[in-house]
């Protein structure tokens, strides 16, 4: 079946350093990916998305890249912060211009900052 | 707090026992999605709604499962004759039909440990 998964299943960075969090994708008719931030005991946080028709999209901090022709999808973070230690889930949505609303998720990536 | 709320927040119940959640989505938000969420893995979509009409719902939502969605606004999660294998966190989410986006906007979600 159609999967969303994640290379890497732990990361640990030094507080300042830049973090890079990447996810494989395997439907090529997925056209909306979020990522999200999950912290312990808590709901996902929705920290930035990306539609199909770019490759690039930038936020506060974050930045997330996404290349069709392999179907990849990373999450970078500048400047890492003991906050950002969670795990982070990338998801897509197989047919949002359709109206679908499924997101599929992959299994998570745990980051952990060190101080 | 003007997110997604969710409640009980924690509950335990007897193997063969109904247990109902209840979901506030943020206000104005006329699509709600129930997931669920296993420890270790990403969110499994459920079901979800477009004001009070159930649109989607997944293969994981068995008989013992109902949600709805009254009056378009607060939603309900029922399981009947709970099993362990019920034992999950439930994800409660929503968003709002927009132009050029649709964010989809957790709650804290409810654990359900059925011993």
């Known amino acids: 079946g159609e999967s969303v998964g994640l290379h890497l299943p732990t990361l640990s960075v030094q507080e300042g350093d830049n973090s890079i969090i990447n996810c494989a994708y395997s439907n090529s008719a997925s056209d909306y990916f979020i990522w999200y931030k999950q912290e312990s005991g808590k709901g996902p946080q929705f920290i930035i998305d990306i539609r199909s028709n770019m490759d690039k999209r930038q936020g506060q901090r974050v930045t997330v890249l996404l290349n069709k022709t392999v179907k990849h999808l990373s999450l970078q973070i500048a400047a890492t912060q003991p906050g950002d230690s969670a795990v982070y889930f990338c998801a897509e949505n197989i047919d949002a211009q359709g109206g679908s609303e499924k997101l599929v998720f992959g299994k998570g990536m745990k980051l952990t900052v060190n101080p | 707090d003007t997110g997604v709320s969710q409640n009980p927040r924690h509950k335990i119940t007897k193997r063969g026992q109904n247990v109902t959640f209840r979901c506030d989505p943020i206000?104005?938000?006329?699509?709600l999605y129930w997931y669920r969420q296993t420890l270790g893995q990403g969110p499994e979509f459920l079901t979800y709604?477009?004001?009070?009409?159930?649109?989607?719902k997944s293969r994981l939502l068995s008989d013992r499962f109902s949600a709805e969605r009254p009056k378009g606004s607060f939603s309900t999660l029922e399981i009947q004759r709970t099993e362990q294998g019920d034992s999950a966190m439930y994800l409660c989410?929503?968003?709002?039909?927009?132009?050029?986006?649709?964010?989809?906007?957790f709650g804290e979600g409810s654990w359900l440990t059925v011993v």
């Open positions: 709604f477009q004001n009070e009409a159930q649109l989607e």
């Open positions: 989410a929503s968003s709002l039909i927009a132009g050029t986006g649709n964010t989809i906007y």
């Open positions: 206000s104005e938000h006329n699509r």
